[in-house]
T-cell receptor, first 115, second 112 residues
């Protein structure tokens, strides 16, 4: 049973380009969370999705950022017109359900560098 | 809103020393509490958790007790090893959505 798979592991984009980050949850997991980790900081919640639905996007910047989790395929975090401040590690986590007693499993992250 | 505060690092110890990393939280309701560990270049791994007051989470020699009266969840280990060198994150989970709120992390460096 493979863990949470994120790709690419490293992504370099020039300012103004688009970045697409992919996350395949663990088998049987229908809940996906995206977090951002700025250098030397903790992880900040961005968005929580279930299949085809955004449940909580309170941590997402209002512009340029979007996320989806289609019925088939991985969850995608999309950043349009990237800026230097978007450089960070983006982590995806998945869980089979919610309820406060459910462990979330993390991927190894995508490290985005904007040049 | 909910928040987590943990002691700043780095924490530098010799092998076999006693470890404490302090963590306090602010939350409405009754969150679950977690410690995650992040090794260099890797994602986060769950180290231990506690879901209600007075619960003790333990794993790999690490322990933490959910203290509601002091809103704390301090991480302890009696004898650290060089391989414990990593960044440790305290976190709480929202009871409805399970989204995690993290502290800023504490870097632990253990020297032989």
């Amino acid at each position: 049973n493979a863990g949470v798979m994120q790709n690419p592991r490293h992504l370099v984009r020039r300012r103004g380009q688009e970045a697409r980050l992919r996350c395949s949850p663990m088998k049987g997991h229908s809940h996906v969370y995206w977090y951002r980790q700025l250098p030397e900081e903790g992880l900040k919640f961005m968005v929580y999705l279930q299949k085809e639905n955004i449940i909580d996007e309170s941590g997402m910047p209002k512009e340029r950022f979007s996320a989806e989790f289609p019925k088939e395929g991985p969850s995608i975090l999309r950043i349009q017109q990237v800026v230097r401040g978007d450089s960070a590690a983006y982590f995806c986590a998945s869980s089979p359900q919610t309820g406060g007693n459910t462990e979330a499993f993390f991927g190894q992250g995508t490290r985005l560098t904007v040049v | 809103g909910d928040s987590v505060t943990q002691m700043e690092g780095p924490v530098t110890l010799s092998e076999e020393a006693f470890l404490t990393i302090n963590c306090t939280y602010t939350a409405t309701g009754y969150p679950s509490l977690f410690w995650y560990v992040q090794y260099p270049g890797e994602g986060l791994q769950l180290l231990l958790k506690a879901t209600k007051a007075d619960d003790k989470g333990s794993n790999k020699g690490f322990e933490a007790t959910y203290r509601k009266e002091t809103t704390s969840f301090h991480l302890e280990k009696g004898s650290v090893q060089v391989s414990d060198s990593a960044v440790y994150f305290c976190a709480l989970s929202d009871s409805n959505t399970d989204k995690l709120i993290f502290g800023t992390g504490t870097r632990l460096q253990v020297f032989p």
